[in-house]
């Protein structure tokens, strides 16, 4: 009885989220010129800005629940809002609410905050991007500002949402849809992204791909001579066409030195259990996590916005956007 009743759950997880079926890799890339110049809308200037008011002090480190997080939760909505950038949830309703009974029992009510791109000719197929906004608060009156974890992949995520909304505004909107998810309580077990994968905006078997951003403001010691870098991990773990998307996305554009080491399964780091991704691999959705590696600031109060590489930010901004853009845009997958 087990075995069968397992047999039918893993066919019904599978689906359309089963290996390969991101891209038909026969396919030539659509990714080129017209990508090209909006990704040229993701600037370090625009990073800096933004990043230096999700790490202020006033935010109080975005502790989960907490008064500080609430604040950088309105701040990130007030940003879409601006930028005319709608809700999944309709109107002005950008907060996917999470009671404490799905985080943990000392944590008041937090929140996912979440904005969406419908898709122009694809748009039950869901790309989710994502990035959590929380941190991990103040201790004995000092405060963790938190600027690459993940101060930058919380500000990568609305120049990456700001660059397509300018596409779809001149008519080269993505076919398929993205979904902006910044989640709460990562610092406190993977918690946002737990309740997003058990709650979920859109189905998990139409999404086809989550991109993940965790830490890529900074350089850390085995890249001290060659910062132009960062790790990717689990590209090729559900899917070897995202992996192959990917590296093509960036020999054509961003020319990054994609390391693989935290990639190996025997890595005594486990990386790839490690963040909010892994709640989507769970359930069979391909991802790829974006990482810069640790350094002497992580988890301290030191770890501020004047210590980020801005060039180097956007840089990584724009390997995540053109990798979306081709999954977003691509003809075929084997969800179709
Ligand atoms: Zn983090």
Known sequence: MKKILLYFLFIAIAGCGSNNHIVDSSINDVTGAVAASFANTITPTD?????????????????????GQKKAAEYLKNFYVSKNIPSPLG????????????????LNPSENVVAFIEGTEKPDEIIVISAH???????????YNGADDDGSG?????EIA??????????????????????????????GSKFYVNFPIFPLANTVTNLNIDMIGRVDDAHSNNPNFVYLIGADKLSTELHTLSEKMNSKFTKL???????????????YYRSDHYNFAKNNIPIIFYFNG??????RPSDTPDKINYELLAKRTQLVFFTAWEI???EKTNCT
Do not use: C, W
């Not at 990073?47 to 230096?52: A, F, G, K, R, V």
């Not at 919380?154 to 609305?158: E, G, N, P, R, S």
């Open 133 to 143: 906004y929380d941190h991990v608060g103040m201790s004995d009156s000092q405060i």
């Open 328 to 330: 977003a845009n691509r």
């Open 47 to 67: 990073l800096e800005t933004y990043l230096y008011i999700i790490a202020s002090d006033e935010f109080e480190g975005r502790e989960t629940g907490e008064e």
């Open 154 to 158: 919380t500000v990568a995520i609305l």
């Open 91 to 106: 109107g002005e309703d950008y907060f996917q609410d999470i009671p404490t009974e799905h985080l943990r029992p000392n």
């Open 294 to 299: 640790t350094h002497e600031d992580y988890h």
């Open 257 to 271: 030195d994609l390391d693989y080491t935290y990639n190996d399964e025997n890595d005594p780091n486990r990386y």
């Open 162 to 191: 700001e660059a397509f909304q300018k596409a779809s505004e001149s008519g080269n909107g993505p076919k398929r849809s993205i979904l902006f998810l910044h989640v709460t309580g990562e610092e406190k077990g993977l918690l």
